[in-house]
């Protein structure tokens, strides 16, 4: 089963992505959700990395007004979406 | 499916408590039971009974303790962080001779060994991190 | 449980600022206790928790790469450091208080792919 990464701090996605797999799924709450404004991309770091999904906790997006400034390629999901996320991977790793 | 808990960060100075209660509402909306939540380090304020939350900023103990009450979570806050922080049941005020008594009722003193129990016990574990 | 669950501990903090790294320890120790399958990664500033040199007492704190070097004691010998965090501190595996396993990112991915549970710092 493919890990779920927790993101909680915009600077810590990148200690996150040296070790996500390509399966993995990366989700960024908290100050976390910083880091997918305008980097959409920031999960394919360079040609010949593995896409990751990419998503942010739509809470935190709403209350830092980031709804419209995040990249393209994330997907926001709410607390029930976070609960599905933990459901369908193991383990659940937490970068701060 | 059982998911444990583990709240790292202190009401206030962290989102940890918050999220990870928001977390729980939402598992426990999707029919997942929570044997579980574990404070550790900082996460253990947030069973500070001696709180006074402003009005317009909630604290989410309340919320702690209605999953306490309504859905059997049991609140377990690690003794060793909890006693050099100032959350202290009954026993370990007599036993140190403390002025007061500081754990809210929903919460209950384990040891650090509940943590692993947690691990051990459940089929997903999230780390809420300060 | 006889060969228990898979846990891997997370330990990313540096020491001394906060007792972060502290605590996590001390759950390592007692998850040594436990039948479990407990394995470290130091990664990123964690790799300070297990750096040689350390004095603890300078600060009246309790010196954590002391701490570090119980775990084999407590069963704990599963011990892996991020090669690349070693090597952007300008460290090797003899500047450390315990032998590890040096890991590069794809081994750490795999590591933690194999685990039933990460717990951090």
């Known amino acids: ?96 | 499916m059982k998911i444990g808990i583990a709240v790292h960060g202190a009401p206030y100075s962290s989102q940890a408590s918050a999220t990870a209660l928001r977390f729980a509402r939402a598992a426990l909306a999707a029919g997942h039971t929570l044997p579980r939540v574990f404070f550790y380090h900082d996460g253990v304020h947030a069973a500070s009974a001696l709180t006074v939350p402003p009005q317009d900023e909630p604290s989410p103990q309340p919320g702690w303790a209605e999953l306490a009450q309504n859905h059997g979570v049991e609140l377990a806050v690690c003794i060793a962080a909890a006693l050099k922080r100032g959350i202290v049941n009954d026993e370990e005020r007599e036993r140190y001779e403390l002025a007061a008594a500081s754990l809210h009722p929903a919460f209950t003193i384990v040891g650090l060994g509940q943590l692993v129990d947690a691990v051990c016990a459940t089929d997903r574990f999230v780390t809420f991190a300060a | ?121």
Request: aromatic share 6%; net charge negative; charged share 20%.
């Open chain 1, 1 to 96: 089963m493919p890990t779920l990464h927790l993101v909680s701090r915009a600077p810590a996605l990148a200690a996150c992505l040296e070790v996500a797999g390509a399966d993995d799924a990366i989700l960024l709450l908290e100050d976390g959700v910083y880091a997918g404004v305008a980097a959409g991309h920031a999960a394919d770091d360079g040609a010949d990395a593995p896409p990751r999904s990419l998503f942010a906790l739509e809470p935190d997006v709403r209350a830092r007004g980031l709804g419209d400034r995040l990249g393209a390629g994330i997907t926001i999901v709410s607390d029930a979406g976070f609960v599905g996320l933990v459901e369908r991977h193991q383990p659940i790793v937490t970068w701060r």
């Open chain 3, 1 to 121: 449980m006889t060969n228990g669950k898979r846990i891997l501990f997370l330990l990313r903090q540096a020491p001394y600022a906060t007792c972060h790294a502290l605590e996590a320890l001390e759950a390592v120790l007692v998850a040594g206790v436990f039948d479990q399958q407990v394995s470290v990664l130091f990664r990123d500033a964690g790799v300070w928790q297990v750096v040689n040199g350390q004095d603890g007492s300078a600060l009246e704190a309790r010196t954590i790469g002391k701490v570090a070097q119980a775990l084999p004691q407590y069963g704990v010998t599963a011990l892996y450091v991020c090669g690349e965090s070693l090597a952007q501190r300008s460290l090797c595996p003899a500047d450390l208080v315990l032998p590890v396993t040096v890991l590069d990112d794809a081994a750490q991915a795999r590591l933690l792919a194999a685990q039933d549970a990460v717990v951090n710092d």
